[in-house]
């Protein structure tokens, strides 16, 4: 069973880093790329925001033109554990973050008809 846990949430002050981290289990995790969503509070009907994607093997990422180069998406395929750093925190940045397994061949920071979720993490950025 195909199983991803979200960690590292909370609420911080504006600035600095945070690092959100995913653990992996019950598939064989270096053969699927994974991603970063996140869904900002009060929009429960809002398709979930793409943020990053990372490929299998971890060489190759992709990021959302809206977090402006302050995100970095990494991966320990030794530790089957995904991470997702948000440098200089924003206030918009406030959201439920959810890592992602997309498919094998999918390349994109639109899900898949076969994303498989985790139940998220809540980051609250204050001004």
């Known amino acids: 069973q195909v199983k991803l846990v979200e960690s590292g949430g909370r609420s911080v002050p504006a600035g600095d880093s945070l690092i959100l981290s995913c653990a992996a289990s019950?598939?064989?995790?270096?053969?699927?790329?994974m991603a970063w969503y996140r869904q900002a509070p009060g929009h429960p009907g809002k398709v979930r925001e793409g943020?990053?994607?990372?490929?299998?093997?971890?060489?190759?990422?992709a990021y959302a033109d809206s977090i402006q180069d302050r995100f970095i998406i990494t991966r320990d395929n030794e530790k089957n554990m995904v991470y997702l750093q948000i440098f200089s925190r924003r206030p918009e940045d406030t959201a439920m973050y959810y890592c992602?397994?997309?498919?094998?061949?999918?390349?994109?920071?639109?899900?898949?008809?076969?994303?498989?979720w985790g139940q998220g993490t809540e980051v609250t950025v204050s001004s």
């Open positions: 992602a397994r997309v498919g094998a061949d999918w390349w994109s920071l639109h899900p898949s008809t076969d994303t498989v």
């Open positions: 019950g598939y064989t995790f270096n053969r699927y790329n």
């Open positions: 943020i990053a994607i990372v490929s299998a093997g971890g060489a190759a990422t």
